[in-house]
Each structure stands twice: as C-alpha cells, then as structure tokens.
C-alpha cells in the first residue's frame, strides 16, 4: 500500500459504514483511474437483478481492472460509488462488501443515489482511484 489512510479524532468513526474519511499520497505517486464498474458478467450483462449480488460482482471487476496494471484492491484510495433508489437497507450490503475487501483501512469512499445509471437493469456502479507506489 503507497498511501495513508488516516481516520482523524475528532470525526466519527465511519469504518462501520465502510469508508474512511482522508488517504494521503507520497509526492510521485502514479494514479490508475478505473472507469465506472458495475455487476456485469465478461459479456457485459448485468449477472443478477439482486442488489447485493451486483455489488459483489462489481468489486470482483474493480479487482479485474486494478490486476491489468499489476494492482490489487489494497492499492484503492478513493471509491464514488453510485446507487440507484438509494436507501438505508443497501448501505448494509455496500458496507459489508468494502469491509470484506479493505477491513479496517478501507478507502475514502462518497456514495450517490441516483435515478438511474447507463440501462434499466443496473442498480449499482463504483469507480476507483488506484495508487501505484
């Protein structure tokens, strides 16, 4: 890992949520952007109309695209993550999958409900800052 996550006294502890509040870079850093994610398959449909199931899918691409560039999800620094009709019930799912992945350091992370994202079927999509040390 080529950052610092720092969870700073003073701010609520927002881990259980499943993010962080603040994650430092050291001067040179290269910085992989992966595009929006969502729960697709290789063929590019949507594997499950469960919300909970596409989220699960979503991280395991985000993992796919970081391995391109000889990364892993460990070298993540910044999630947007956004969610279609959000409400509290997905927040569990959602945090419950970035806990699985980062435990106690995961990254900063802003979550968007939306309306709708690119087709009807898609109820979650994330994209990620990577750091390459």
Not at 20 to 38: I, K, N
Request: no cysteine.
């Amino acid at each position: 890992m080529a950052h610092d996550i720092v969870n700073p006294d003073g701010l609520h502890d927002p881990t259980p949520f499943g993010y962080s509040h603040t994650a430092g870079l050291p001067a040179g850093t290269e910085l992989v952007l992966v595009a929006g994610q969502y729960g697709s398959g290789p063929d590019g449909a949507v594997v499950s109309a469960d919300f909970s199931e596409q989220v699960e899918q979503t991280f395991h691409n985000i993992g796919v695209a970081l391995a391109a560039h000889g990364l892993d999800l460990g070298h993540v620094v910044q999630l947007r993550t956004y969610v279609v009709g959000h409400d509290v019930s997905k927040l569990g799912p959602i945090a419950a999958a970035v806990q699985e992945r980062w435990g106690a350091k995961p990254p900063t992370q802003t979550l968007i409900g939306v309306a709708g994202l690119a087709t009807p079927d898609m109820l979650f999509e994330v994209e990620a800052v990577a750091a390459r040390p």
